[in-house]
């Protein structure tokens, strides 16, 4: 009888995590959605989403979180993503142009052949940030071995 009750908790422990779980993934594209019709998201969490290719020109991404994100092809050329938490994400060859990314978390994140050309970086954080051919806020392009400063 108590094996029983024990294996009667245990499921409805594992039925509440997969419940909780899809509610966390619907969530996630509801806001999805709601960042592709309106473009804009401030707070959002999207984290660990798949947003490559996307045209995001001129889109509010304040205080998002897009840990693990793929924005790798994104434009975000314009767009505000101050305060946003990109840490781990990919934003490889991403159009970041006059993005503004102050007290971004970029820590981790591979912005590999990425376009920085005047966007705002004051205050970012850039721990071991990959930069290896990234054109850089003045318009230089960053050496292959970048990581964390670009090197030119």
């Known amino acids: 009888m108590a094996a029983e009750k024990v294996f009667i908790t ?7 995590l997969v419940l909780l779980t899809g509610q966390s993934y619907a969530l996630e594209a509801l806001e999805l959605q ?4 309106t ?18 020109a001129g889109a509010d991404l304040t205080f998002a979180l897009l ?3 793929n924005l790798s092809n994104t434009n975000l050329s314009n767009a505000n993503l101050s305060r946003t938490d ?7 060859r991403a ?7 102050n007290r ?15 966007a705002i970086l004051a205050d970012a954080i850039l721990d ?6 990234a054109i850089w806020i003045d318009s230089k392009k960053c050496k292959k071995n970048s990581k964390g400063k670009c090197k030119k």
């Open 10 to 16: 245990l499921c409805a422990i594992f039925i509440a």
């Open 34 to 37: 709601k960042l592709k019709a």
């Open 39 to 56: 473009n804009k998201c401030p707070g959002c969490d999207l984290s660990g989403g798949d947003l490559s290719n996307l045209n995001l």
């Open 67 to 69: 840990t693990n994100a």
């Open 86 to 92: 990109l840490t781990d994400a990919n934003l490889s």
């Open 95 to 101: 159009n970041l142009t006059q993005a503004n990314l």
């Open 104 to 118: 971004a978390n970029l820590s981790d994140t591979d912005l590999t052949d990425a376009i920085l050309t005047d």
């Open 128 to 133: 071991d940030t990959l930069l290896g051919g």
